[in-house]
């Protein structure tokens, strides 16, 4: 006999139970069965697949103002820490110089550095600069200094090698983030 078949025949000895075991059941039995029924999944529907993701809910409504007043706490201590970073009289064009050609931009940039009454901008000129170092300078070291990029005109250069590295050329204006102090 196969599998199957040994299936079948224990279903069929099951059911063939519980139809005598119904005939023999009283109406009262049959009645609080019937309810059963009914009650059971609608509690298993409750308690396994409703209930549970309204706790969630219930938990994170709970949490959210909690997380937002940490979140607004550690928004505030990061912009103190962005405004320490900058060194009042540290931000020269030696300095900036520096951290150009250290990224591998020497030769390939030309920097204006102008102090007017109400603010203190900086102009950064462009030829063939390679694209990685520059983006990833404009990204991260450059607000470290306290630079804020103000616009920037970039366009692909065009070349004849066949380097796969992008080469960029254009200019970048860029402005003393409040809070950093000129040298004098």
Excluded at 25 to 53: E, M, T
Excluded at 93 to 118: T, W
Excluded at 144 to 163: F, K, M, P, W, Y
Aim: proline fraction near 5%; aromatic fraction near 6%; charge should be neutral.
């Amino acid at each position: 006999m196969n599998s199957l078949a040994r299936y079948r025949a224990r279903w069929q000895a099951q059911r063939a139970s519980a139809q005598q075991f119904w005939q023999r059941s009283s109406a009262r039995d049959k009645r609080i069965l019937r309810i059963a029924a009914l009650v059971l999944p609608v509690v298993v529907l409750w308690y396994g697949l409703i209930q549970p993701p309204l706790q969630r809910i219930d938990h994170w409504q709970a949490e959210l103002p909690r997380l937002r007043s940490q979140a607004a706490a550690l928004d505030g201590v990061l912009d103190e820490v962005q405004g320490a970073g900058v060194v009042p009289g540290a931000i020269t064009p030696q300095l900036v110089k520096e951290r150009l050609d250290g990224i591998g931009l020497a030769g390939a940039y030309d920097l204006e550095h102008r102090v007017e009454a109400d603010a203190t901008t900086w102009r950064l000129t462009l030829d063939n600069a390679p694209a990685d170092a520059l983006l990833n300078w404009l990204l991260d070291d450059a607000p470290r200094l306290g630079l804020q990029v103000r616009d920037a005109h970039l366009q692909r250069a065009t070349s004849q090698s066949t380097e796969t590295a992008a080469r960029i050329s254009g200019v970048v204006g860029m402005e003393q983030a409040p809070g950093a102090k000129e040298s004098s």
